[in-house]
């Protein structure tokens, strides 16, 4: 009798499909940072091996991998390049979100797009005021469909992206949007001035106009209230660059060390890799890629048993986002020390532009402001004190003081 069961992908079989392709994205990354250089090509070559449709399952084209599997891989992603990562976060929130959707067509239709190859993007966060209150981006009638119009900030991976996830307001109600990037009205700009993670194509989106057929209305989003994975899912995008920002940083030090025949005269060694200063370093530097990695997959496991509870399940969800919290402060601290030690290997020479070392601190910072830690640090130890709600939903931009708004 032949088992009809899915095919269960094994880490091996990703490995000899992902592994030339990562080192091939790795070849250019420091050309791209210096040129600055959006990775079009290397997104497009994502594509054509279905590294979007890792979760999607087997039966509809995808892989079928687990949550530990995707980011696995995506911590080797992010060491071969730090922006795509980040710039595919909301995409595979969106693959999740059709694979708790109820069974029906829309499932099953976008499962296969996004088998075949199609990307999505977002443009959630807006500049300014931004949406403490209600998003400005406006969801309207407009004859027998709907006119979005609005600005949006931070539309990380968009311009990769063949459909883009608009946060909007309708009547005071917070929904999401589904919207074509080509889409006539749809304006995108990679003015994204940040110091680091500069080819994520964070930029500023604007919608005039843009025509939304009932069909591309997703919902309330996750601006409602209540737990959900979400949060802890997109922190953990995050936290993957970072582990795959500190196994580069690792490999980049353990290379520029192992060609140096410069050192200095009170030196221990006569060569760098011989003198156990350096020694330590490296070895350091090793001990924070591991840690940053195994705090990642830690969360994924716990992420693994609330997906497959359907995400329904309270406790668990508070399990997660506690977790991803958690890790969060733990990684950014490791990471942002080993990007910054590294430098500790060599005089004036390691920091020549032409090697570039200095886009790990600096892409590893610029990660680390997301969500900032101060505030998750609060919350945990909060939540840990006083059994107080952790923070599953929240938006950037000016807030009230109850003074002022009496």
């Not at 499932?107 to 797009?113: I, K, T, V």
């Not at 060609?259 to 410069?262: D, E, I, L, M, S």
């Given at each position: 009798m032949t088992s009809t069961a899915p095919k269960y992908v094994s880490d091996t079989e990703l490995d000899e499909i992902f592994a030339p392709i990562f080192e091939r994205i790795a070849a250019g990354a420091v050309e791209r940072e210096t040129d600055r250089r959006l990775p079009y090509d290397e997104v497009s070559w994502l594509k054509e091996a279905k590294f979007g449709a890792l979760r999607v399952p087997v039966e509809h084209g995808g892989y079928g991998v687990s949550v530990r599997q995707l980011f696995r891989l995506l911590i080797d992603l992010a060491a071969a390049e730090s922006n795509l990562p980040q710039a595919l976060r909301v995409h595979f929130v969106f693959v999740e979100d059709q694979l708790l959707a109820e069974l029906g067509p829309a499932?099953?239709?976008?499962?296969?797009?996004v088998s075949d190859g199609a990307l999505v993007g977002n443009a959630i966060t807006e500049p300014g005021v931004g949406a403490v209150d209600r998003y400005r981006t406006t969801l309207t009638?407009?004859?027998d469909a709907w006119a979005l119009n609005g600005v949006k900030y931070y539309s990380t991976g968009s311009l990769y992206a063949d459909h883009i996830l608009v946060a909007a307001d309708r009547d005071g109600e917070r929904l999401g949007i589904l919207v074509d990037a080509n889409a006539e009205g749809v304006?995108?700009?990679d003015d994204w001035d940040g110091f680091g993670q500069r080819l994520t194509a964070s930029g500023t989106t604007e919608f005039t106009n843009v025509a939304?057929?009932?069909d591309r209305i997703l919902g309330p989003g996750y601006g409602g209230p209540g737990a959900t994975y979400a949060t802890s899912y997109l922190q953990l995008f995050q936290l993957a660059v970072l582990a795959g920002i500190a196994k580069r940083a690792e490999r980049d030090a353990r290379e520029w060390v192992s060609?140096?025949?410069?050192t200095y005269t009170h030196a221990a060694a006569d060569l760098p890799r011989e003198d156990p200063l350096v020694q330590q370093v490296i070895g350091r530097l090793s001990a924070a890629a591991f840690a940053a990695r195994a705090s990642v997959l830690a969360v994924a496991d716990?992420?693994?048993e609330v997906l497959a509870q359907g995400a329904t399940d309270e406790k668990l969800l508070i399990a997660a986002e506690l977790a991803a919290g958690q890790a969060q402060l733990g990684v950014i601290d490791t990471v942002l020390a080993a990007t910054t030690q590294l430098f500790e290997l060599g005089g004036a020479s390691i920091?020549?532009?032409r090697h570039q070392l200095d886009r790990h601190?600096?892409?590893a910072r610029t990660i680390s402001v997301h969500n900032p830690a101060i505030f998750k640090a609060r919350s945990i130890g909060d939540h840990l004190l006083n059994g107080t709600d952790l923070p599953f939903a929240w938006s950037a931009g000016e807030r009230k003081s109850q003074d002022a708004a009496r």
């Open positions: 499932r099953e239709n976008w499962l296969r797009a009638a407009a004859g304006r995108q700009h939304v057929s009932e060609a140096r025949t410069r716990v992420l693994d920091v020549a532009e601190w600096r892409n």
